[in-house]
């Protein structure tokens, strides 16, 4: 015997709020650059972090200038990216070296001075062997091994 649930005076109405589809093409943008952020970096952009360590590029230079190029063209979004941060072969007293972005500064840093904010908390994955050097981005960091694979950290 069927049972009636709603009269026909009752109407359901299921209706996503503004908020619900913001949130919901918000998670569908955040996956697909994550996505993206996962992908093999190319070895032209693997070579231009490389010379960070060189110790002498200055902000200006044709160095400093194909560097960031290289990231433009290598990242979904360049402009989310707040700084690299890659351990630093340049020896004592330096650990890690970073590239800010924001400041077009780049810096040696020995273990006692504290990296910008933003970069700090990847300082120790910077530092381990694994990491050719770790991208920062706000909520979440992507480490870069030397084959280019890349490994998201959030």
Do not use: W
């Not at 015997?1 to 009269?7: A, C, G, H, N, V």
């Not at 996505?35 to 190319?42: A, D, G, M, N």
């Not at 924001?102 to 990847?122: C, D, F, N, Q, T």
Request: some cysteine; proline content about 5%; charged content about 30%.
């Amino acid at each position: 015997m069927r049972r009636i649930i709603l009269s026909r005076d009752q109407h359901v109405a299921h209706k996503l709020s503004p908020e619900a589809s913001v949130q919901s093409k918000a998670k569908v943008a955040d996956a697909t650059s994550d996505r993206r952020l996962r992908e093999k970096r190319s070895s032209r952009y693997m070579e231009a972090l490389r010379i960070l360590d060189a110790g002498h590029l200055a902000v200006g230079t044709v160095e400093y200038n194909s560097l960031i190029e290289a990231i433009r063209e290598e990242l979904p979004d360049p402009d989310a990216l707040v700084g690299v941060v890659a351990k630093c072969y340049l020896g004592p007293p330096f650990e890690v070296h970073t590239l800010d972005l924001a400041g077009g500064i780049i810096e040696h840093y020995p273990p006692y001075k504290v990296l910008p904010a933003s970069l700090e908390r990847a300082r120790a994955l910077a530092r381990h062997d694994e990491y050719a050097f770790v991208e920062v981005y706000l909520g979440k960091m992507v480490v870069i091994r030397a084959d280019g694979s890349a490994s998201i950290v959030k």
